[in-house]
């Protein structure tokens, strides 16, 4: 009996700890054939000391890199950042034509009814998975 409390209580503390609030994660419904596309979220560091991303995987696609947009003379181009580090109580929106999640050599398309699997990697070994919501546009 004792053991099941304490399960249940680690059970609640492990889902109170995730380390990010994420909301309205949805990823972009492509034409056939092109194996290629973004996910969008907002994400909210929930604690009090800073969090930071390191890495972002998916079963279902061979890469997934974290690319923003970066003014280059009269040209905008897409860039590859290494991490994203959100502030204690930053919230920070994941959007088209702004930092976005790419995901490179999806292993089958996307259908509406099938979410996307995202798992992040953070700097202190703790991981989160996210479900994206395919859709054709915001
Ligand atoms: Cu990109």
Do not use: C
Not at 52 to 78: F, N
Request: hydrophobic share 40%.
């Amino acid at each position: 009996m004792k053991y099941s409390i304490g399960f249940l209580l680690l059970a609640s503390l492990g889902l109170a700890a995730e380390p990010l609030a994420v909301d309205g994660p949805w990823v972009r419904l492509m034409p056939p054939g092109v194996n290629m596309t973004a996910a969008y979220m907002t994400l909210r560091n929930q604690g009090d000391s800073p969090l930071t991303i390191e890495a972002v995987r998916s079963p279902e696609a061979s890469s997934v890199m974290l690319h923003g947009y970066r003014q280059d003379g009269d040209k905008v181009r897409m860039t590859h950042l290494d991490s994203l580090t959100l502030a204690p109580h930053q919230t920070q929106v994941l959007e088209p034509g702004a930092l976005h999640l790419m995901v490179m050599g999806l292993s089958a398309p996307l259908a509406v009814d099938k979410p996307l699997t995202l798992t992040l990697y953070f700097s202190d070994g703790r991981t989160q998975d996210i479900l994206a919501r395919p859709r054709s546009s915001q």
